[in-house]
């Protein structure tokens, strides 16, 4: 059974001593979902265009973040999924950058998961370079 297993697998990994309870992950993750959603219609409204730099970096930013877990936690793959959060953090930088000249709204609602991944990338480098 390839779920066990893969739970197996992260429960046996060495862990930063920083890593959050469990718990945290299923409150922060949907309250960061809205606020990327909250961002992008911000965005729009203020007159930004879907085929501008700033939207495409926000959609690469997406297909990242939407990648990272069934490579990390399905495909037992810490080495692949830390160059992932990597780029996922520059192209978070790169739409905060771009989106901040149609409206600095926009991207500041995007600075706290600019932080959680920067901290989640920490976390999955720690797994990567311990284990």
């Known amino acids: 059974m390839k779920g066990i297993e893969n739970r197996d697998w992260y429960n046996k990994t060495k862990k930063s001593p920083l890593s959050p309870p469990s718990w945290i992950f299923p409150i922060v993750w949907p309250l960061l979902y809205i606020s990327i959603i909250i961002s992008g219609f911000i965005y729009i409204k203020k007159g930004g265009k ?53 409206s600095p709204l926009s991207s500041y609602i ?16 720690y797994i990567y370079f311990m284990n």
């Open 50 to 102: 879907v085929s501008s730099n700033g939207f495409i970096y926000y959609i690469i930013a997406w297909i990242l973040n939407l990648s990272w877990s069934p490579l990390f936690f399905t495909l037992m793959m810490p080495g692949a999924s830390f160059i992932v959060i990597l780029l996922m953090i520059l192209f978070i930088c790169l739409t905060i950058r771009d989106f901040y000249i149609i």
């Open 110 to 125: 995007l600075l706290p998961y600019l932080i959680w991944v920067s901290f989640a990338s920490y976390l999955n480098g």
